[in-house]
Nanobody, 121 residues
Framework: QVQLVESGGGLVQAGGSLRLSCAAS????????MGWYRQAPGKQRELVAA???????NYADSVKGRFTISRDNAKNTEYLQMNSLKPEDTAVYYC???????????????WGQGTQVTVSS
């Protein structure tokens, strides 16, 4: 069974930095796109950043220039480097990955358990 395990959340002051990691474990054939989403209290979950298996990236306008998504395919891990953090970045951050369990099967949308990021003003 595939699991996405996140780490790196926490409390930081405005202007500070955090780095989130998400590692895929278990038995699977391949990982395609990966991404990070976030959900603030009372708001819908939103896409923060995404990266294809080839390294092409996409960012929400609100984080462009401040956040950087990357991945290490050899380690089945993705990262989110968050700089110049703002109080409005406070949310639970979830990693996401499109994972194919067995060759020839459709990809499955997998989620991490979420990690809290709190930015104080």
């Amino acid at each position: 069974q595939v699991q996405l395990v996140e780490s790196g959340g926490g409390l930081v002051q405005a202007g500070g930095s955090l780095r989130l990691s998400c590692a895929a474990s278990g038995r699977f054939f391949s990982i395609n796109a990966m991404g990070w989403y976030r959900q603030a209290p009372g708001k819908q979950r939103e896409l923060v950043a995404a990266i294809t298996s080839g390294g092409r990236t996409n960012y929400a306008d609100s984080v462009k220039g401040r956040f950087t998504i990357s991945r290490d395919n050899a380690k089945n891990t993705e990262y989110l480097q968050m700089n110049s953090l703002k109080p409005e970045d406070t949310a639970v951050y979830y990693c996401n990955a499109q994972i194919k369990a067995v060759a020839g099967q459709l990809e499955r949308n997998c989620w991490g358990q979420g990690t809290q990021v709190t930015v104080s003003s």
